[in-house]
């Protein structure tokens, strides 16, 4: 008796979310294809987004790729210059493995597309592109697809190798050929 309660006060539960979702719209403008023409971002684990990115263009210096732990604020801050990690789902950092080398690809994925632009700004505001000590990123650019954040920074001494226009074009080749912020 009481499973069959419980299962039928579950099954009114799971109706009433599901109605309250679609009176509110369902969700993000980018989810459900605005009309107004929001750009979507891309899809899948933001870690398989950096190789897709390197499949384009190959930095060719030796980098790894973390996840960002977004509970930690100091490694929030140092990686994308944000103050903290609300409205963030997802973040990684792909940098240079020799610290000597100016190198940092951040992807934030937000909880909503709409913040892109406000957070764009704000990481690009954050972040210390001195964060090495003794290098210096001086190419940088930070730009969004949907709900995808991008920040990229790289000493211009790498220009040989890779310049933040590269990655930034690449991404938006991964993004099928629009950003939604530049």
């Known amino acids: 008796m009481k499973k069959r309660l419980l299962a039928v006060v579950c099954a009114a539960l799971m109706v009433f979310c599901v109605g309250c979702g679609a009176a509110n719209g369902g969700g993000s403008t980018a989810a459900t294809g605005d009309p107004a023409g929001q750009v979507e971002g891309p899809e899948g684990v933001l870690s398989d987004i950096v190789d897709q990115i390197y499949a384009i263009k190959d930095p060719t210096i030796g980098v790894g790729t973390i996840p960002i732990e977004l509970s930690d604020a100091d490694a929030v801050k140092m ?12 973040a990684v950092a792909s940098e240079a493995m020799i610290s000597a080398q100016a190198y940092s690809l951040v992807l934030v994925r937000l909880e909503s597309a709409d913040d892109a632009a406000t957070v764009a700004a704000d990481m690009e505001a954050g972040i210390d592109p001195r964060k090495w000590v003794c290098v210096e990123a001086d190419d940088l650019q930070v730009v969004a697809c949907g709900d995808v954040v991008m920040l990229i920074m790289v000493s211009s001494e790498l220009s040989d190798s890779v310049t933040s226009q590269e990655i930034v074009d690449a991404f938006r080749e991964v993004c099928g050929g629009t950003l939604s912020v530049e």
């Open 79 to 90: 990686f994308t210059g944000l103050d903290s990690a609300d409205g963030i789902k997802e």
